[in-house]
Structures are given as C-alpha cells and as structure tokens.
C-alpha cells in the first residue's frame, strides 16, 4: 500500500492548520471566465485578483485603564529587558471575586504569575517542569472571567 495518498492529505492539513493559526484569509475566486466553459477537458485561468488577504483580522487594544502603579513598573522593567519569545502578556481577570492580573512567562518552563490587585503574588497556575504552576490556584484557568487585556510587550 503506498503512503503518497497518506502524506498529501497530511501535508494539506498541516498547511491549513498554519493559515487558519495566523488569521490568513483565502478564498476562492467566484467570477466565470471570460469565454469558454468551466466544463470539459482543461481549465481556464483564473480571471479575478489574488483573493489572499494577509492582514490581521483584528487589531490589539490594551485596557490601560486604572493600572495600579506596582504594574507600571514592572512593564517599565520588562521594556528594559531583552525581548522575550513568546513576548509577556498582562490580562486582567475576576477570580474568586477579586481583581487579579496575569503575567505570562516568558518562556518554556518558567511560571506564570498572579497578582492580587496591590502586586502581591497569589500563585503560579502554570508552568514549572510539570506544567502545572505550583498548585497553589490549580482553578485558576478555568475560574477567571471577564478577560482584559492590559498589556503586550510591543517589540
């Protein structure tokens, strides 16, 4: 039995998985062509323009609103740091009936944080070797609502 068939359809879900991963829009062009049949033994060339839009579909607002001024800081220290792959994110969230503020990690198996709203870590609901923060808020991720986000490295 051979794998050709296997591999294609393999490889045309992975190239479909990346596109719809970074927001690509494609389409298919719709116009008839411009003389002939869409019908028989060839096909004719596209007639419409490229119908691949590469842009983002939405653009990233920050709530900048009331940041208490512990998070100010630590944004200032972050922009003085060398970037981070993936770059830190700030979201603000309810959690048991507070505000808190989650700081992503920067990277791998390094802990993300969560902050009471006076900038005194509350827990770590991720990361560390097992992926699993330090188990201090294991509901952490599936308790939080109202997402905001405050802040995104930029650079």
Same mark, same amino acid.
């Given at each position: 039995?051979?794998?050709?068939?296997?591999? *294609?359809?393999?490889? *045309?879900?992975?190239?479909?998985?990346?596109? /719809?991963?970074?927001?690509?829009?494609?389409?298919? =062009?719709?116009? =008839?062509?411009?003389?002939?049949?869409?019908?028989?033994?060839?096909?004719?060339?596209?007639?419409?323009?490229?119908?691949?839009?590469?842009?983002?579909?939405?653009?990233?607002?920050?709530?900048?609103?009331?940041? =208490?001024?512990?998070?100010?800081?630590?944004?200032?220290?972050?922009?003085?740091?060398? +970037?981070?792959?993936?770059?830190?994110?700030? $979201?603000? $969230?309810?959690?048991?009936?507070?505000?808190?503020?989650?700081?992503?990690? =920067?990277? /791998?198996?390094?802990?993300?944080?969560?902050?009471?709203?006076?900038? +005194?870590?509350? /827990?770590?609901?991720?990361?560390?070797?097992?992926?699993?923060?330090?188990?201090? /808020?294991?509901?952490?991720? +599936? +308790?939080?609502?109202?997402?905001?986000?405050?802040?995104?490295?930029?650079?």
């Amino acid at each position: 039995m051979s794998s050709a068939p296997f591999f *294609a359809f393999f490889s *045309a879900a992975l190239l479909l998985a990346g596109a /719809c991963q970074r927001n690509v829009a494609v389409t298919t =062009p719709t116009d =008839p062509p411009v003389t002939g049949s869409v019908s028989g033994t060839h096909t004719p060339n596209p007639t419409s323009a490229n119908t691949t839009n590469l842009t983002r579909n939405r653009a990233t607002t920050f709530d900048t609103t009331a940041r =208490p001024g512990w998070l100010q800081t630590r944004i200032q220290n972050h922009l003085t740091e060398r +970037k981070q792959n993936p770059p830190v994110h700030v $979201y603000r $969230y309810q959690y048991n009936n507070q505000v808190v503020y989650f700081e992503t990690a =920067p990277c /791998c198996d390094q802990f993300s944080t969560v902050y009471d709203r006076k900038g +005194k870590v509350l /827990c770590h609901p991720d990361g560390g070797i097992t992926g699993r923060g330090d188990g201090n /808020c294991a509901d952490f991720i +599936k +308790k939080r609502t109202g997402e905001m986000l405050v802040w995104q490295d930029p650079r």
